[in-house]
């Protein structure tokens, strides 16, 4: 293991122990040894030792790596500290193993989000890291939550620079992650593809959250604002809806025998007559007596539905009570 470094006690540890040989003739060397520390010691690679196992002896592999030893440097160490008579059998090379805890690219970019809110930024920010930064592993015994310390973000380009480290690291043990800040929004996309003149329903739209730069200014975000409007063209599965895609469902058609509701303060009237244009809910259209051919004026209140409210009397002022 070229990465492995020989770890020497103080020197009066050393002297303590090399004051007398200590036999270990039912210690026995390991084949493979687990280790959770930046350190190996003489117990997680010999196993039956009476004393010296918390020696440490060389410099652990890096979380989620492994690493080999050979079986002659172990002897060595340990006859540095006095031990000898450790059996070894046909083991030549001990195999030693770091396990690891991921913390993921998407866990950094969380804690930084979260961080930046807290700060006070917006909530509809989406970081995103550089290419360049990896996967950091850590000991596996380690279950301290990530924590930002420091964050420098310009606000022209919209890059920044983060500092990390696990809760309870010290400073020297941090590290620098770098990417960008970008502006989101919720906007309402086709979850389906809609034919044309087919009314847009609840079960057509979802919610996305896309980066504020790539939605035209046009484009409506509101689902609510797409139920029943009606496509001018055919649109896709993803598709952004801008005003100009849609229209308001024809109600009334041009030539359809409607239903008229002429409305007055205690009186109601309903007639039968021939729309003369098409119309949306709430547009006025013109609509013609078969029997008097008379035309009329009233508003879109429904399917093949026109209503005529007659208006108000004006309410009499005090000069014209007098």
Not at 43 to 59: H, M, R, S, Y
Not at 238 to 251: Q, W, Y
């Amino acid at each position: 293991m070229n990465r492995l470094i020989t770890t020497r006690l103080c020197g009066a540890l050393t002297g303590l122990l090399l004051a007398g040989t200590a036999l270990a003739a039912d210690a026995r060397i390991l084949r493979e040894a687990t280790v959770s520390t930046d350190i190996v010691r003489l117990g997680n690679l010999v196993e039956g030792l009476d004393q010296g196992a918390d020696i440490p002896l060389f410099k652990a592999p890096a979380p989620g790596t492994r690493g080999t030893i050979r079986v002659e440097r172990i002897l060595m160490a340990a006859r540095e500290y006095g031990i000898t008579n450790i059996a070894y059998g046909d083991v030549r090379m001990v195999q030693i193993s770091r396990p690891a805890r991921t913390i993921q690219r998407a866990d950094m970019a969380q804690a930084i989000s979260q961080s930046m809110a807290q700060r006070g930024n917006a909530n509809t920010l989406d970081i995103v890291l550089d290419d360049h930064v990896a996967p950091r592993m850590v000991d596996v015994a380690r279950r301290e939550s990530l924590r930002v310390m420091q964050v420098n973000r310009d606000p022209a380009t919209g890059r920044f620079e983060a500092k990390l480290a696990l809760a309870d690291d010290q400073a020297s043990e941090t590290w620098n992650v770098t990417g960008a800040v970008l502006e989101t929004r919720e906007i309402a996309v086709l979850a389906n593809d809609v034919e044309r003149g087919d009314a847009i329903k609840d079960k057509d739209l979802t919610l996305v959250r896309r980066p504020a730069n790539q939605i035209e200014k046009d484009a409506i975000a509101s689902a609510a604002d797409l139920i029943g409007m009606v496509p001018r063209r055919a649109m896709r599965t993803g598709e952004f809806v801008r005003s100009t895609d849609i229209a308001r469902p024809m109600l009334v058609e041009k030539n359809q025998l409607v239903s008229v509701t002429y409305v007055s303060k205690g009186l109601t009237l309903s007639m039968r007559g021939r729309a003369q244009s098409n119309g949306a809910m709430g547009e006025t259209v013109r609509v013609q007596n078969p029997q008097s051919k008379r035309f009329v004026e009233g508003v879109v209140s429904g399917p093949g539905q026109v209503t005529i409210t007659a208006p108000a009397p004006a309410t009499a002022n005090l000069a014209e009570a007098r």
